[in-house]
């Protein structure tokens, strides 16, 4: 039974729909931390840096897809439209290698193997879109490749160095097709396999011979530069995948002599696409780390600030890492409920407010933002710098770019601010916001109007120093000594020395916050409260509400009585008492 061309179009709709509700909705933050670790440019130098390596038209192309990742619908939809591109190229592929002739429904169910694939390999975060754009393209000059030996020698002579330069090392996909492609008599074959052969040791000379002209080694190349986020790193998908779509079009003759021996074509039809969607329900899910994606999801709420919906996430499902934990923290401190509701959720110790530093290009951001909105802009723009450093293949980042811009603009060093602009002025999504800024630096008092940077500047110290990691919470005195609005310094300040153990600090950062302003929250009734209890000294007058003190009297009972029955120490759980008790 072949395969009726409304048919086609319904199966081609129904992937591009999964695929686009996948993307653009359930994984719509996977698009945005993508786009934000480049920053296309409409630029003539930009373009010649692309086109000077291997494989740079493909990357040049696949950068300014990847910008409208900046949209989650539209980034949707050209994955959706890539995917489907990958299945049309496979059936030509695949009718081809039949002779030409309309393959069987069955071997048109095949070839939505490619795209389920990639959509299974898309999962790894550091495979590039350049990959997935040179693989298409690569099939797009096998699809079209000629009959007659003259004009194949021709076409392969001159695909194979144009290929190179523009996909990249993938070439060798192209010269594996040419070695297989002869499916008529023994003598096509013969040709087939020399040309191949031919062909194989024609683009190694290629590639040996870019490292005269490209800035890298030879086994970089080999690898490419652009397939992959680690220049270095050659993962097995890269590989595996490209072999899979080869593999696939090789055996379409004999798979489709076994079809047309059995006796039930239909019920097989359905048969396959029954496995194929289950295999698919299956195996595409097994490509996505679920904790890689949760702080992919965090790193992405905080940087569009939805701190409503970071508590909402929290609420849902307790966050585990130091950065998921930070960006629930920054949220809480944000909308003013830190210190009411911080031990509802998981705290990971003073990480949880403050990561270590470590120069990695997916963290850093996220601990940045938290610096940010403390009003410590100049660690902040640290931190910027360093996240776009350590991005392994040296692009830079629209998102760095522009926080770069906006802390240049609090410190007033407007010179290297529209430094930053100018850059994003060659954006397509970015270059509003670029000319909103402009105006900023044409009339200044507009930067103390604006609600972000205004407050930055009033918050900020005018002081720049080196702190060390284990005193953050004197920063965060100094913070609240230089103004007193900074409520996320004061809500952090009483937090931090709770989550270290240390009671006698605390008791000192709440006196003195509940002096400045009578700052008296759940987190420091409760912690007065087991302060005084284990120095064996009275709660100060009205230093804890009748409600938490009735709380803390069943607490007492009992931790008293822990050693009989432990469970009982279970409903305390959401408070600083169990906190501080959990693991002495």
Request: proline share 5%.
């Amino acid at each position: 039974m072949r395969c009726r061309a409304y048919t086609k179009w319904i199966g081609r709709s129904l992937l591009a729909i999964a695929v686009f509700i996948f993307w653009a909705w359930a994984y719509a933050p996977a698009l945005a931390w993508q786009e934000q670790f480049q920053l296309f440019l409409f630029d003539t130098d930009y373009l010649m840096e692309r086109l000077a390596v291997p494989g740079g038209v493909a990357a040049y192309l696949a950068e300014f897809l990847t910008q409208f990742y900046n949209n989650p619908w539209m980034g949707g939809a050209v994955l959706a439209v890539l995917h489907v591109l990958l299945q049309v190229l496979t059936e030509r592929l695949m009718r081809r290698a039949n002779a030409g002739e309309p393959i069987s429904n069955i071997l048109w169910a095949f070839s939505f193997l490619p795209p389920l694939a990639l959509w299974m390999v898309l999962g790894d975060e550091s495979l590039m879109p350049a990959f997935t754009v040179s693989l298409l393209l690569v099939l797009a000059i096998m699809a079209f490749y000629p009959s007659g030996r003259m004009k194949q020698t021709v076409y392969a002579l001159c695909a194979v160095p144009l290929l190179y330069w523009t996909v990249g090392p993938l070439v060798w996909m192209f010269a594996v097709y040419v070695l297989f492609s002869g499916w008529g008599d023994s003598a096509s074959r013969r040709f087939s396999f020399c040309l191949g052969v031919a062909m194989l040791m024609f683009g190694f000379v290629c590639v040996w011979a870019s490292t005269w002209v490209a800035p890298y080694p030879l086994r970089v190349l080999l690898g490419s530069v652009y397939y992959y986020r680690f220049p270095e790193v050659v993962p097995l998908s890269v590989v595996a995948f490209p072999a899979f779509c080869l593999i696939l079009v090789v055996l379409v003759r004999p798979l489709e002599r076994m079809v047309l021996r059995a006796k039930n074509p239909r019920w097989l039809t359905v048969g396959v696409w029954v496995v194929l969607l289950a295999v698919s329900l299956l195996l595409i899910p097994q490509g996505y780390d679920k904790q890689k994606y949760e702080l992919v999801e965090y790193d992405y709420l905080v940087r569009t600030q939805q701190w409503e919906e970071i508590i909402r996430k929290a609420e849902q499902h307790q966050p585990s890492l130091p950065m998921s934990v930070c960006a629930v923290n920054l949220a809480l401190g944000m909308t003013n409920q830190l210190g009411d509701r911080a031990f509802e959720f998981f705290q990971h110790g003073a990480e949880g407010l403050f990561p270590k530093f470590v120069r990695d290009f997916n963290s850093t951001q996220l601990t940045g933002e938290a610096y940010f909105q403390l009003g410590l802009v100049n660690t902040a723009q640290r931190y910027a710098f360093e996240a776009m450093e350590a991005i392994p293949n040296y692009y830079k980042s629209g998102r760095v770019v522009k926080r770069l811009a906006e802390t240049n603009l609090i410190n007033g060093q407007y010179r290297v601010a529209e430094k930053y602009l100018r850059m994003l002025e060659k954006t397509a999504f970015y270059r509003t916001w670029a000319q909103s800024r402009m105006e900023m630096l044409a009339d200044t008092i507009l930067i103390d109007q604006h609600p972000v940077y205004g407050r930055m500047r009033r918050l900020r110290l005018t002081d720049d120093f080196l702190f060390s990691e284990v005193e953050l919470d004197k920063i965060c005195g100094q913070l609240l000594m230089h103004n007193r609005e900074n409520r996320l310094a004061m809500q952090y300040l009483v937090l931090y020395p709770l989550l270290e153990r240390d009671l006698d600090k605390f008791m000192n950062y709440a006196a003195y916050t509940n002096s400045l302003s009578g700052f008296n929250p759940t987190i420091c009734q409760e912690g007065i409260a087991f302060a005084c209890m284990m120095q064996k000294r009275g709660i100060p007058r009205g230093a804890v509400s009748a409600p938490v003190m009735n709380r803390f009297t069943h607490f007492a009972q009992a931790y008293a009585q822990r050693d009989k029955n432990a469970s009982l120490l279970a409903a305390f759980r959401n408070t600083v008492w169990y906190y501080l008790i959990k693991e002495q």
